[in-house]
Each structure stands twice: as C-alpha cells, then as structure tokens.
T-cell receptor, first 113, second 112 residues
Framework: KAGVTQTPRYLIKTRGQQVTLSCSPI?????VSWYQQTPGQGLQFLFE???????NKGNFPGRFSGRQFSNSRSEMNVSTLELGDSALYLC????????????FGPGTRLTVT | AQSVTQLDSQVPVFEEAPVELRCNYS??????LFWYVQYPNQGLQLLLK??????LVKSINGFEAEFNKSQTSFHLRKPSVHISDTAEYFC??????????FGKGTRLHILP
C-alpha cells in the first residue's frame, strides 16, 4: 500500500506570496492532519480534516487554511507569506478520528525569502 | 488541555550504551501515549504506543517505554544503542478530543 505523499517536496517563495501544499493520504484513510515543524517549536498542529470537514484547529492565524476533497486528498494554503513561515510542513493520515495511529508523509520544506 | 514535555532537547550517548529519553505529560483525562521517530530528511514514524493494558510497551527494534500514571511519564529506553538509532524522537499524547499533541522532540546523538 502506498504511503502518504506530499507535493512538492521543496519550495522557495518570496514574502507576501501565497503557497498551496498538497497531501494524498493512504488509501482508505479519511482523516488528514497538518503540522508545522520548526527547530525551535517542534511540531505544531495546524488542523485536521475528516470527510471534507475541519474537525480540529490549532492556534495559527487565518493566513493558514486548508481543505479536503471527496477523495480525501487535502491541500493547505498559506497566504501573505512571512519569513517565519519557513518550516517543514508535515501531513499525516489515519483511518478516522477514533484511530490513534497516524502515518506521516515526508513533508514539504518551505523556505520564504 | 493536554501537554507534553520532553525535558532534553539533545541526548548524546556512546554506541552500545543504554539511553533514556524522558517524556512527561499533563492531562486531566485518560490518555493514549506515543513515541514517534524521525530519521534525517524523513517524516515521522510511529515507534510504539500505549493505549491500554500492560504499561510496558516494546518496539521491534529494541526500544521500550513504560506508562507511569502516578508520575505522568512515558519515558523511552533502549539497553544498547546503535549508530542507526541516530534520529529525533517525539513523544505525543492524545485524549478524548482525538487531538494528538507532540512534544518538542529529543535529538539522539550516537557517539562512536
């Protein structure tokens, strides 16, 4: 079974631009979560989607948004990029909200200059 | 609300020596506990989990962790580390709201 895939793997953007990251979960998994990983803050939870609905949300500004499609694929969008948005963005999927085993993708490394 | 504290940001240890990575959690409800490992340039992989039952849980590569409710701890141990264990280790907790909260991670450096 294919694992969680994320595209692109690397991205360089300029301050003020916007970016869209994509995540394809493991087949059969309907829940997708997004995390921001930085050296100083570790993994910070952004949001979780299940059946195209946002279930949980972390403490991030409204510039960070996401959505999930009917095939469970998810996208994350960051508008008006700031230097501090440079990070590794990880996507994780699980069967559903009551399943505690999450499977992570390799991440998208975003650099904002 | 739950929280996770990993007291050590980095732990150096000689190859074949034992290691303990510490994890303490805070929660007012029953919790589920996890250790994840992240090898360089990769995503996170589930190493082991405690959901219920035996408080001592083990992974296939020699790691083990013990759930201690009175001390609210879930420390990760290995009796003899190998160079291939070099990675960052994350402790995580989940409760009734299904959110999974991660600690800030501990980098394990294996010294030759």
């Amino acid at each position: 079974k294919a694992g969680v895939t994320q595209t692109p793997r690397y991205l360089i953007k300029t301050r003020g631009q916007q970016v869209t990251l994509s995540c394809s979960p493991i087949s059969g998994h309907r829940s997708v979560s997004w995390y921001q990983q930085t050296p100083g803050q570790g993994l910070q939870f952004l949001f979780e989607y299940f059946s195209e609905t946002q279930r949980n949300k972390g403490n991030f500004p409204g510039r960070f948004s996401g959505r999930q499609f009917s095939n469970s694929r998810s996208e994350m969008n960051v508008s008006t990029l700031e230097l501090g948005d440079s990070a590794l963005y990880l996507c994780a999927s699980r069967m559903g909200p009551s399943s505690y085993e999450q499977y992570f993708g390799p991440g998208t490394r975003l650099t904002v200059t | 609300a739950q929280s996770v504290t990993q007291l050590d940001s980095q732990v150096p240890v000689f190859e074949e020596a034992p290691v303990e990575l510490r994890c303490n959690y805070s929660s007012s409800v029953s919790v589920y506990l996890f250790w994840y490992v992240q090898y360089p340039n990769q995503g996170l992989q589930l190493l082991l989990k405690y959901l219920s039952g035996s408080t001592l849980v083990k992974s296939i590569n020699g790691f083990e962790a013990e759930f201690n409710k009175s001390q609210t701890s879930f420390h990760l141990r290995k009796p003899s580390v190998h160079i291939s264990d070099t990675a960052e280790y994350f402790c995580a907790v989940s409760g009734r709201d299904d959110k999974i909260i991660f600690g800030k991670g501990t980098r394990l450096h294996i010294l030759p």
